[in-house]
């Protein structure tokens, strides 16, 4: 029954799509493949895309999402290399397609989807303007798209998300002018994604949630998380997005058992969190202990590995532990980070 049911609809948008309900099935099963963090059949079955559609773009695709979702996790751009090989086969694809007569709705699609996943790698490494005309080049395809299949509810995500984050980036560089606030109606078009889409509603679930939080409203943020976990237990993006909200919202005995249940061997950077929660709670020697496995188990470099251990020196001057403070925060001050080199200038003083 469940089989017949999605074998219908996958038949459906493909008539409002005008293109092959097989295709569409099984960048389906990827997507959940993706969502459920089952990165091996993942990468496999994209692989397996890749060669079987050459000018769909939907394997590049694919593999892409999963490179950036194992960034995500890590906190650091350790997958960029392959990312971008990914990111530029799924366009070169999608060219190739374009130039063919047919399928103008889904490869514009999917030349959308790719467009604002780079815009978001973009925004991580604070490249404001690039980001914003990357986001500008997606949202014209994603009209393409539209105007094509006015009934494929999945690219009203891409509208929902940078109505939204338009108006917070704009907010937060002075280079970008101020646009009008679309926010209230973005949220209902990221609403509508997550109750209708075809491809995209778990990740209109975890966009509603960081709004949500942006708009001071962290219960309706846990709501969004709690929905996901129930269907995708194993997600660690949705787990990690919770505890961040959680930490918000100063529920930090809460926040802490969350990224205590996390597996720090698939998610080194859960050390540092577990650092963060405890030192919230007045648990320095246990913080202290967690940065110090951040730096053992992660390995860190550069601003990253001075900001841990920093936090694990600061940790172990509150319970007066400062020998092996001193040497954390002169590991810290040769970095540059500037906070240690004051409270190493602290100590010296008599």
Excluded at 40 to 57: C, I, K, M, V, W
Excluded at 249 to 261: F, I, K, P, S, T
Excluded at 289 to 298: C, H, I, K, N, T
Aim: charged residues 25%; glycine residues 8%; hydrophobic residues 45%.
């Amino acid at each position: 029954m469940i089989l017949a049911v999605a074998v219908a609809f996958a038949l459906d948008l493909a008539v409002e799509l005008r293109t092959d309900p097989t295709k569409l099935s099984l960048a389906q099963v990827g997507v959940e493949h993706l969502y459920a963090r089952r990165y091996p059949e993942a990468q496999r079955h994209f692989e397996d895309l890749r060669t079987r559609y050459p000018t769909s773009g939907i394997g590049p695709l694919g593999l892409a999402i999963l490179y950036q979702e194992r960034n995500f996790e890590h906190e650091d751009l350790r997958y960029a290399a392959p990312y971008e090989k990914a990111r530029d086969a799924c366009r070169a694809q999608v060219a190739e397609g374009m130039a063919i007569p047919g399928d103008e709705a889904f490869e514009s699609f999917v030349l959308a989807a790719v467009l604002g996943l780079d815009a978001i790698d973009l925004l991580r490494r604070e490249s404001w303007l690039a980001a914003l005309a990357r986001a500008y080049d997606g949202m014209h395809m994603l009209e393409r798209t539209k105007a094509a299949a006015p009934r494929f509810v999945d690219p009203l995500l891409g509208d929902g998300i940078f109505y939204y984050w338009r108006t917070l980036v704009a907010r937060r560089s002075p280079l970008i002018p101020n646009f009008q606030d679309r926010r209230a109606e973005a949220l209902g078009l990221m609403q509508r994604v997550e109750a209708e889409g075809a491809f995209l509603g778990p990740g209109a679930s975890l966009a509603l949630a960081y709004a949500w939080l942006e708009e001071g409203r962290p219960e309706l943020a846990l709501a969004q998380t709690d929905r996901l976990a129930r269907r995708y237990p194993g997600n660690v993006l949705n787990q990690v997005s919770r505890y961040e909200i959680l930490l918000a919202a100063q529920r930090y005995d809460e926040a802490l058992g969350v990224v205590l249940a996390l597996d720090a061997g698939v998610v080194p950077r859960v050390h540092f969190h577990r650092g963060v929660a405890y030192g919230r709670l007045g648990r320095w020697s246990e913080a202290a202990e967690a940065y110090e496995s951040f730096l053992r188990a992660d390995a860190p470099t550069g601003d990253r590995r001075a900001q841990a251990a920093y936090r694990a020196g600061d940790a172990w001057l509150r319970v007066g532990r400062r020998d092996r403070a001193e040497v954390l925060l002169v590991e810290a001050a040769g970095l540059g980070h500037r906070p240690a080199r004051d409270r190493l200038k602290k100590l010296d003083s008599p």
